[in-house]
Each structure stands twice: as structure tokens, then as C-alpha cells.
T-cell receptor
Framework: AQSVTQPDIHITVSEGASLELRCNYSYGATPYLFWYVQSPGQGLQLLLKYFSGDTLVQGIKGFEAEFKRSQSSFNLRKPSVHWSDAAEYFCAVGGSSNTGKLIFGQGTTLQVKP | DTGVSQNPRHKITKRGQNVTFRCDPISEHNRLYWYRQTLGQGPEFLTYFQNEAQLEKSRLLSDRFSAERPKGSFSTLEIQRTEQGDSAMYLC?????????????FGPGTRLTVL
């Protein structure tokens, strides 16, 4: 079955500290992987995506993610968190199916302490 | 291009009433998706259109739900005889023509509250 697991429901970090959000996926074919961010009352904004090639991908707002096929993981990282990064983060997997529908994890809520 | 738009942004209705939501995708995006997001969960796929053709429907989409995209541009999602369990955020997304990488652009969503 296709699924995405985000093991951490809630994470709190201090402003300026580094961040890593975990994502594990189960997908039968070549996965396309995404990280989206959602601020309260807002839609989903794409942070970054992985389709193929270099397994370390750079995104917007200083985020990066590393695809590790052997671990079925696609963890999101940021070296120094800003207060404005407080939001909900979703990992998603899709593929080369005809529809392209995405399967999302349940999300990780990030709180940033001053 | 102003992105994906959805109307209304909020809808409060009484149980048993019908509601309709509208989604306007990014111009020339031929793929359109509907997702439902409940509190504390990630979005769940409901249905997918390529142009005007509805090509996939999730089992989540009961007989009370119907979606259309009559001219391959905007789409509507109707829920008949609403139930309290239908309370959720309904998200629309669109994807460019020809892409196989599934990058989807999301609208702000319509939040439905069923009393």
C-alpha cells in the first residue's frame, strides 16, 4: 500500500537552531517526493520536490531535503530556523501514474521558540 | 496569473443541506484535483480531472458527492444532504499540461462547517 509517515506530530525548536523533519514513504514504483508548508488559514505551498538525479534537493526559504532510497526517507532540513517558519509541514509522495494524485503524511506542526 | 482560487472560503450549513464549492485553476492547467483535509490530518485525495474528463474518484467520494469540470476550466464540488462528518477543508489543486512530475499548485481551500 502507498503511504507516507511523518513520525513527529509536533516539534518545538528555538529560533536559530537547526531543524530536521522526518518523512518515510511506502511506494511501489519510482516515487516523486514533495514537501509542502501550510500556514494557518492558508493553502499548501510547495517547498521542494524530488524526481530524480541529485538526492539532495534545495528548496525555497532555505530548506533542503535528502532522498535516501535505502531508508525510504525524504527528510526536510534547515540549518537555522526563523520564527516565521512556524507552520505545518506535509510530506507527500506521487508517481508516474496516470492521475498524479498525491498521498500526504499527517503533517508535523513546527513551533519556534524565541 | 493569480494562482488557484476557491470560493467560498468559508461555508457554514445545517445538516441535510446541499452545498457547492467552486475552484478556478491556474490558466491552461489541464489537470485538476480535489482533496479533503480534516483537522490534524494531511490532505486526502478525492477526485481528479484531466480537461473535462473525471478520470479517478476516491472511495472517500460517496454518492452524496459530485464533481464536475464542464468546460475543462473551473470545477465545482457539490455535497448533497450534508452530514457533520463532512466538516473539513476542501482543497483544490491544478497541475500544468504535459507534466508527469505531479507538481500541484494548491488553492486556499474552502472550510466547510456542518452544524
Amino acid at each position: 500500500a502507498q503511504s507516507v509517515t511523518q513520525p513527529d506530530i509536533h516539534i518545538t525548536v528555538s529560533e536559530g537552531a537547526s531543524l530536521e523533519l522526518r518523512c518515510n514513504y511506502s511506494y511501489g514504483a519510482t516515487p516523486y517526493l514533495f514537501w509542502y508548508v501550510q500556514s494557518p488559514g492558508q493553502g499548501l505551498q510547495l517547498l521542494l520536490k524530488y524526481f530524480s538525479g541529485d538526492t539532495l534537493v534545495q528548496g525555497i526559504k532555505g530548506f533542503e531535503a535528502e532522498f535516501k532510497r535505502s531508508q525510504s526517507s525524504f527528510n526536510l532540513r534547515k540549518p537555522s530556523v526563523h520564527w516565521s517558519d512556524a507552520a505545518e509541514y506535509f510530506c507527500a509522495v506521487g508517481g508516474s501514474s496516470n492521475t498524479g494524485k498525491l498521498i500526504f503524511g499527517q503533517g508535523t506542526t513546527l513551533q519556534v521558540k524565541p | 496569473d493569480t494562482g488557484v482560487s476557491q470560493n467560498p472560503r468559508h461555508k457554514i450549513t445545517k445538516r441535510g443541506q446541499n452545498v457547492t464549492f467552486r475552484c478556478d485553476p491556474i490558466s491552461e492547467h489541464n489537470r485538476l484535483y480535489w482533496y479533503r483535509q480534516t483537522l490534524g490530518q494531511g490532505p486526502e485525495f478525492l477526485t481528479y480531472f484531466q480537461n473535462e474528463a473525471q478520470l479517478e474518484k476516491s472511495r472517500l467520494l460517496s454518492d452524496r458527492f459530485s464533481a464536475e469540470r464542464p468546460k475543462g476550466s473551473f470545477s465545482t464540488l457539490e455535497i448533497q444532504r450534508t452530514e457533520q462528518g463532512d466538516s473539513a477543508m476542501y482543497l483544490c489543486a491544478s497541475s500544468p499540461r504535459g507534466t508527469m512530475n505531479n507538481e500541484q499548485f494548491f488553492g486556499p481551500g474552502t472550510r466547510l462547517t456542518v452544524l
